[in-house]
């Protein structure tokens, strides 16, 4: 593995891409330009430039040593796909081959449709569709054990052109907030600016554990994450893994790490431990929204594949482990645009930044409007466990501005007009060698979901191992749905600044309970959330219809984003998935209790019984051994009837036909069976004697790294 002291860090970032810089240096100046006009402008890509950068872009990768191609794509399975196609084309007479690459090859792929999650769009008889080039996010070559891959980066559609992955609604968003935003800043008179465009900085954390214990374990196999498992008698408490100094093993992994990331392009920033033993955060440079789509998923595929080179394993799963800190993923969301203004900036004086007021506003709109949607966007079967769990943000969307902005917001409310913003003043440390620092004007808030951060808004639900496509797909949206009925009330005004005043006061006052600053933790949150008309969607299950809603259809059809085939097609997909999850999950259970936990159970009750019987011999009362006894018995019965319960929650929700209706069953069954099931085994963990316990406890997995 190559270190930074033989290759200069900037050699080395973007090796691996043919990205902008190699562009330019190996296609023709017209074909360049032409290519650049179809990324930053829409122009239509003809056959002939596809052939020119077909070719550079084949020959460029086979010097990095790729033998093949594959269309790298997201389709709704949580992971990406692929299809591996040599460069190869015919033999020749003289025994060799032609090595090319066509542009209908480069544009056009087609794999089989019927074999990916569709919600029905495709039946096995319809197998057609096509994955598309999306050359906005360049092309890349991957070096792993399977030698050198060209793996450029595609939409997924049907045959019919329904949506069947990730990318294709992302960049229809992208679209259409590119056009609201436009539309928006003609208002205050910038004739400049050509392109609105999201810009999202992606969170990673993540679980490390060493790989010899994880393969002794079937729930992590199977699921993903622990089903069962006591606490260790040390958890996160004492907060001393929280930017802990990184252990030899982890600081190697993550170096290696880096250097593959980089190799790709993928601007890696900052890497530290998180707050719970193993876990740790990557977190790169802000990026567009396609692009920074991409990236997250190279960063999971490099955190998972560079693990095992070290003997170690990544986990994504949201709550791997019980009673300490699950992982997400942090969504940073700003606007900017292609002359470098960012629109969420307020400025030193925000009360008197009237497009950032109008801006502002019209995001508080957005979540408020559609809150049950973005709580939708991140939901997964890891967020179950998660989402409101005293470490994560609560269920319940709301909006954290800070002081500052909540006092902008309130001057607006209650007097009409503006005319003042707090400012930050000086942090005095009480140390004459420290110097004193300026404060920014508001703190922060790690319990909102949805919070400002500056410049940006933090959108804090997304899960460890999800997508970040469909949080910023909603986004974008519902955002440029509010940029929109703003510039239809604004356009036609004939005081556009009293207009745009009175617009500015009524979002605010008509969506000022969407704004909450305090700890989102708290009980009286949950309370005063449900006082204000705020939903609370604890489950996945439950958040699911939101998808489909009156407003979320109207809303996603007037945009093109989604039809409302491909929304009840998404509904049944998320249903589908969590019903299957669920099974999984619980017949793993079952699985483990049946062949590891019960007879270890069973074994170790043979153990003391027999102790007891030979201490009796000695004419001592074995009062401990036959108290022991009688728990880890008790403990024996307890897991066999629990069992027995599971075992009929999953076969009664098993006969409900596939979608809602079934999911429900898990959701409401199956999943109190399964926690019921955990409680006798993890307090049998506490009592069996160690080396008789079938699996690795907790305290090997997070601390023995």
């Known amino acids: 593995m190559e270190g930074t002291g033989t290759l200069n860090l900037q050699d080395l970032f973007g090796r691996d891409v043919f990205n902008d810089t190699v562009m330019q240096q190996r296609l023709p100046k017209k074909v360049y330009q032409k290519l650049k006009r179809v990324i930053e402008d829409g122009e239509e890509l003809d ?84 994955t598309i080039w999306d050359c906005t996010s360049p092309a890349f070559v991957r070096q792993d054990e399977g030698g050198a891959t060209l793996c450029i980066p595609t939409a997924f559609c049907s045959y019919t052109g329904e949506a069947l992955d990730q990318k294709t609604p992302l960049l229809r968003s992208m679209e259409a907030i590119n056009k609201e935003g436009i539309r928006l800043l003609r208002l205050f008179g910038n004739t400049t600016s050509k ?25 992590l196999i199977f699921t993903g994450r622990t089903l069962f498992g006591a606490p260790a008698p040390k958890g996160q408490e004492l907060d001393d893994h929280y930017f802990g100094t990184l252990r030899p093993r982890i600081a190697s ?75 997400g993923k942090h969504d940073n969301w700003s606007l900017t645009t292609d002359d470098g203004i960012n629109l969420l900036d307020p400025g030193r004086t925000p009360h ?39 470490e994560a943000p609560p269920a319940v969307i709301s909006v ?25 003043e000086k942090l005095l440390t009480g140390v004459s060698t420290l110097s004193d620092i300026n404060k920014d004007a508001t703190d922060r808030n790690r319990t909102s979901p949805f919070a400002f951060t500056g410049n940006k808004f933090e959108f804090r639900m997304v899960g460890s191992r999800d997508s970040i496509a469909p949080a910023n797909v909603v986004l974008n949206t519902t955002i440029a749905e509010a940029f929109r009925d703003a510039c239809d009330e604004l356009e036609g005004a004939e005081d556009f600044g009293s207009a745009v005043h009175d617009l500015i006061k009524k979002y605010a006052t008509d969506h000022q309970r969407i704004i909450f600053n305090g700890n989102g933790y708290s009980d009286s ?33 007037d945009f093109h984003v989604f039809t409302k085939s491909e929304l009840e097609a998404r509904t049944e997909v998320k249903y589908e998935t969590y019903s299957k999850d669920m099974n999984i999950e619980a017949r793993t259970m079952l699985d483990m209790c049946g062949k590891q936990y019960l007879p270890a159970m069973i074994r170790y009750a043979e153990h003391l019984a027999h102790t007891a019987n030979e201490i009796a011999s000695l004419g001592i009362d074995p009062a401990a051994e036959k108290s022991l006894l009688i728990r880890v018995n008790e403990l024996v019965g307890q897991t066999q009837e629990k069992m027995q319960e599971l075992r009929s929650a999953v076969n009664e929700a098993e006969r409900y036909p596939a979608g809602r209706s079934q999911a429900v069953q898990f959701k409401d069954r199956v999943v109190p069976a399964m926690r019921a099931l955990r409680i006798p085994v993890d307090e049998a963990e506490l009592i069996v004697d160690k080396k008789d316990w079938p699996v690795p406890s907790y305290a090997d997995l997070m601390f023995e790294v």
């Not at 196609?85 to 794999?111: N, Q, R």
């Not at 392109?195 to 079937?218: C, H, M, N, W």
């Not at 109008?358 to 998660?386: F, Y």
Request: proline residues 5%.
């Open 47 to 130: 056959l002939q430039t596809a052939d020119i950068i077909a070719h550079e872009m084949k020959e460029w990768a086979m010097e990095m040593g790729a033998t093949h191609y594959t269309h790298w794509f997201q389709p709704l399975t949580g992971v990406t796909a692929e299809k591996h196609d040599s460069f190869i084309t015919a033999p020749l007479p003289s025994g060799k081959v032609l090595m090319s690459l066509s542009g209908k090859e480069l544009i056009k792929g087609e794999p089989d449709a019927s074999s990916f999650p569709s919600g029905g769009l495709r039946a096995t008889f319809e197998a057609r569709g096509y």
């Open 195 to 219: 392109k609105v465009t999201p810009s999202v900085g992606a969170e990673q954390e993540y679980f490390i554990i060493d790989r010899e214990k994880y393969l002794k374990r079937p729930d």
């Open 253 to 327: 992994y993550m170096h290696d790490v880096n250097l593959e990331l980089w190799k790709l392009g993928v601007p890696a920033k900052t890497q530290h431990n998180e707050a719970a033993p193993a876990q740790h955060e990557l977190a790169p440079i802000y990026e567009k929204a396609n692009v920074a789509t991409d990236h997250n998923q190279i960063i999971m595929q490099t955190l998972k594949r560079v693990a095992t080179r070290h003997g170690l394993r990544c986990l994504l799963d949201e709550k791997p482990f019980a009673g300490v800190n699950g992982s």
């Open 352 to 390: 008197e930044n009237i497009q950032f007021l109008l801006i502002l506003c019209c995001i508080l709109k957005a979540v408020d409007d559609h809150a049950d949607l973005l709580r939708e966007s991140a939901s997964d079967i890891g967020n179950e466990e998660r989402l409101g769990g005293m």
């Open 400 to 424: 954290f501005l800070g002081e500052q902005l909540e006092d902008v917001i309130s001057q607006l409310v209650s007097t009409g007009h503006v005319d003042r913003s707090k400012k930050g």
């Open 525 to 557: 949150w949950v309370h005063e959330a449900k006082r204000r008309g705020l939903p609370n969607l604890r489950s996945m299950v439950d958040a699911v219809p939101a998808l489909t809603s009156d407003r979320t259809v109207k809303m996603f059809s």
